[in-house]
């Protein structure tokens, strides 16, 4: 129980303590594609070490523009990007420098990897860093380890499942040792197991230290993992805020075609149904809901 | 192609080092062309389906099934080989080894029994040397053999093409095959007509999508600090047995000394 309490302070510890500088920040960021889709309309967001962070919109919000933005895969057409207080100029040091701390995790693991062998495959990342073969080596037996896939390293890649691609993929970039792991739609295609692994390896880098950032439409996990919530509309950040802060907005769900998530729909029903009282702050896991509904057991 | 991908990594002998692989294959390889004696080649032949299929583990018949590939070809060939078609009056008057021949107008179609004996050789080299690369990519997959290529450092933007375009073979027809499940399930190919209009949509956007896959895999790479160079970095292997390679040298030497004996009678 102490757990949850302390996870679910964090979001307030963020907003009211200073958190010192942001490692990522963006100023009236502008992306306007080729064909004409202006797809990021004067981005301002600043990303802090550490966080757990969800983006939420529909299809075609802008999520996945942004994170190709903070990659620096996208150049903006207007408007500034720090990473570090230093400002990105796109030539190749600061691009590899960025590239470095910034990696992600694309949502098809099929248009990630180019190599037709595990192994090879994660070595990609480190081996760009120019760092020295027993290095790379240790890093990417470390990394398939940690998405279990370390047995599997001499396999072709197309013998492997969607899931062990999926891990795959996460491994090139964990051996990249960034500091920001941006992971898009990462939950899409995976089976509840494999979709339950995911979580636990997000909490075991953010432990770490790492900071996550990662698009969902999966809104109770949004709801019950996320420090911040950053919701989009047609290319807007519309509204930021800890999870209870934007569940809580009606308005801006239906606004942004959001739904409501269980818990915070059963929290109310049960408030209102006088069956628990309202104690200020609306439970952020299925666990805290039973905590409340029978008290004599915490 | 795929098969064959399947069963290199299915066979028993996958585990076994690359090098030690492609040294036994190449190495019989050469002996076979250089010394071009018919029984060391049948023996060489007898040798390497005895590896693919008893120690490989694949089924005789697929084995079987798999030389008939290039041996149909062989067999054109080796006809024309055997058979001369000339001019009637380029024939001379008394042709000792004449075994069958036929006049039509002027011109003369013959075998002789050189050249049967030519065609013969040629065939029994050719199938042996089919056979040792077969051992190679039946018991080898594609991706060691790549590996071994980057170590005796072959230029690196061959194998930098050699590894996107393997890759590539799969996404290809990863893609077709789910245009082609999408076609079927909406009776794409129930007539001829049809047919001709899905397979012209096949090719239009396998084109597209293939294309479309590269340059996602290019932002991917790029994502990674990739600049268009694939850094990779290749697994050791496992260390050479030096039993295998003791194995590998007895065997060489048993061949040789077999087509020097034997090379007498047939060599060229």
Same mark, same amino acid.
């Given at each position: 129980?102490?757990?949850? %309490?302390?996870?679910?302070?964090?979001?307030?510890?963020?907003?009211?303590?200073?958190?010192?500088?942001?490692?990522?920040?963006?100023?009236?960021?502008?992306?306007?594609?080729?064909?004409?889709?202006?797809?990021?309309?004067?981005?301002?967001?600043?990303?802090?070490?550490?966080?757990?962070?969800?983006?939420?919109?529909?299809?075609?919000?802008?999520?996945?523009?942004?994170?190709?933005?903070?990659?620096?895969?996208?150049?903006?057409?207007?408007?500034?990007?720090?990473?570090?207080?230093?400002?990105?100029?796109?030539?190749?040091? &600061?691009?590899?420098?960025?590239?470095?701390?910034?990696? %992600?995790?694309?949502?098809?693991?099929?248009?990630?990897?180019? $190599? $037709?062998?595990?192994? +090879?495959?994660?070595?990609?990342?480190?081996?760009?860093?120019?760092?020295?073969?027993?290095?790379?080596?240790?890093?990417?037996?470390? $990394?398939?380890?940690?998405?279990?896939?370390?047995?599997?390293?001499?396999?072709?890649?197309?013998?492997?499942?969607?899931?062990?691609?999926?891990?795959?993929? %996460?491994?090139?970039?964990?051996?990249?040792?960034?500091?920001?792991?941006?992971?898009?739609?990462?939950?899409?295609?995976?089976?509840?197991?494999?979709?339950?692994?995911?979580? +636990?390896?997000?909490?075991?880098?953010?432990?770490?230290?790492?900071?996550?950032?990662?698009?969902?439409?999966?809104?109770?996990?949004?709801? &019950?993992?996320?420090?911040?919530?950053?919701?989009?509309?047609?290319?807007?950040?519309?509204?930021?805020?800890?999870?209870?802060?934007?569940?809580?907005?009606?308005?801006?769900?239906?606004?942004?075609?959001? +739904?409501?998530?269980?818990?915070?729909?059963?929290?109310?029903?049960?408030?209102?149904?006088?069956? %628990?009282?309202?104690?200020?702050?609306?439970?952020?896991?299925?666990?805290?809901?039973?905590?409340?509904?029978?008290?004599?057991?915490? | 192609?795929?098969?064959?991908?399947?069963?290199?990594?299915?066979?028993?002998?996958?585990? *076994?080092?690359?090098?030690?692989?492609?040294?036994?294959?190449?190495?019989?390889?050469?002996?076979?062309?250089?010394?071009?004696? *018919?029984?060391?080649?049948?023996?060489?032949?007898?040798?390497?389906?005895?590896?693919?299929?008893?120690?490989?583990?694949?089924? !005789?018949?697929?084995?079987?099934?798999?030389?008939?590939?290039? !041996? /149909?070809?062989?067999?054109?060939?080796? *006809? !024309?080989?055997?058979?001369?078609?000339?001019?009637?009056?380029?024939?001379?008057?008394?042709?000792?080894?004449?075994?069958?021949?036929?006049?039509?107008?002027?011109?003369?179609?013959?075998?002789?029994?050189?050249?049967?004996?030519?065609?013969?050789?040629?065939?029994?080299?050719?199938?042996?040397?089919?056979?040792?690369?077969?051992?190679?990519?039946?018991?080898?997959?594609?991706?060691?053999?790549?590996?071994?290529?980057?170590?005796?450092?072959?230029?690196?933007?061959?194998?930098?093409?050699?590894?996107?375009?393997?890759?590539?073979?799969?996404?290809?027809?990863?893609?077709? /095959?789910?245009?082609?499940?999408?076609?079927?399930?909406?009776?794409?190919?129930?007539?001829?007509?049809?047919?001709?209009?899905?397979?012209?949509?096949? *090719?239009? /956007?396998?084109?597209?999508?293939?294309?479309?896959?590269?340059?996602?895999?290019?932002?991917?790479?790029?994502?990674?600090? =990739?600049? =268009?160079?694939?850094?990779?970095?290749?697994?050791?292997?496992?260390?050479?047995?030096?039993?295998?390679?003791?194995?590998?040298?007895?065997?060489?030497?048993?061949?040789?000394?077999?087509?020097?004996?034997?090379? =007498?009678?047939?060599?060229?």
């Amino acid at each position: 129980m102490r757990r949850f %309490i302390e996870r679910t302070q964090l979001p307030i510890a963020n907003n009211e303590k200073d958190m010192g500088q942001p490692i990522i920040d963006l100023k009236n960021i502008d992306y306007i594609y080729p064909d004409g889709t202006h797809a990021l309309k004067s981005i301002n967001l600043k990303i802090y070490g550490g966080e757990k962070i969800v983006f939420l919109g529909s299809n075609g919000a802008g999520k996945s523009t942004l994170f190709l933005i903070f990659n620096g895969l996208l150049k903006p057409l207007r408007g500034e990007f720090f990473y570090n207080q230093k400002r990105v100029d796109y030539n190749r040091s &600061s691009l590899m420098e960025l590239r470095k701390n910034v990696g %992600i995790v694309f949502q098809d693991p099929e248009t990630q990897i180019f $190599s $037709s062998n595990v192994f +090879e495959e994660v070595s990609f990342g480190p081996m760009n860093l120019k760092l020295h073969e027993d290095i790379v080596k240790q890093r990417v037996e470390d $990394s398939l380890k940690k998405v279990c896939m370390f047995e599997h390293r001499k396999k072709p890649v197309h013998f492997l499942s969607y899931g062990q691609k999926k891990r795959v993929s %996460i491994a090139g970039v964990l051996a990249m040792k960034p500091e920001v792991i941006i992971f898009d739609e990462p939950m899409s295609c995976l089976d509840p197991v494999n979709a339950k692994n995911m979580t +636990e390896l997000f909490n075991e880098l953010n432990g770490k230290g790492k900071t996550i950032l990662l698009s969902t439409h999966d809104i109770d996990f949004a709801y &019950s993992w996320a420090d911040r919530i950053v919701v989009m509309k047609d290319g807007e950040i519309i509204k930021q805020g800890d999870a209870e802060d934007v569940f809580k907005d009606r308005e801006l769900l239906v606004f942004a075609d959001l +739904e409501v998530p269980w818990l915070v729909d059963m929290y109310f029903a049960l408030c209102e149904k006088g069956i %628990i009282k309202h104690c200020g702050r609306i439970p952020r896991s299925k666990q805290e809901l039973l905590a409340l509904l029978s008290p004599g057991d915490i | 192609m795929l098969d064959i991908d399947k069963y290199a990594f299915l066979s028993r002998l996958s585990k *076994v080092n690359p090098v030690e692989k492609i040294i036994f294959s190449i190495v019989t390889l050469t002996i076979c062309i250089f010394f071009n004696s *018919v029984p060391a080649n049948i023996a060489v032949f007898a040798a390497m389906a005895y590896m693919v299929i008893f120690k490989g583990g694949l089924n !005789a018949r697929k084995y079987i099934g798999l030389l008939f590939v290039p !041996a /149909s070809f062989l067999v054109i060939s080796i *006809v !024309a080989i055997a058979i001369d078609i000339t001019y009637a009056t380029f024939v001379p008057q008394k042709m000792n080894d004449m075994v069958w021949k036929l006049f039509i107008n002027n011109i003369a179609v013959i075998i002789t029994y050189e050249g049967i004996q030519k065609a013969v050789k040629l065939f029994f080299t050719a199938i042996t040397s089919v056979s040792c690369l077969y051992f190679l990519i039946l018991t080898t997959h594609i991706t060691e053999i790549i590996m071994i290529l980057r170590k005796i450092k072959v230029p690196e933007i061959i194998i930098d093409i050699m590894t996107i375009t393997y890759r590539f073979i799969f996404v290809m027809l990863e893609t077709a /095959s789910c245009i082609i499940f999408s076609q079927t399930s909406r009776l794409g190919y129930t007539n001829a007509g049809n047919t001709y209009r899905s397979l012209a949509g096949i *090719v239009s /956007s396998l084109f597209s999508g293939v294309l479309k896959k590269a340059d996602q895999i290019y932002m991917a790479m790029e994502s990674r600090c =990739g600049w =268009g160079c694939v850094n990779v970095l290749v697994e050791p292997g496992d260390k050479i047995s030096a039993v295998n390679i003791i194995k590998i040298i007895i065997f060489e030497f048993f061949i040789i000394s077999f087509s020097v004996l034997t090379g =007498g009678k047939y060599s060229a």
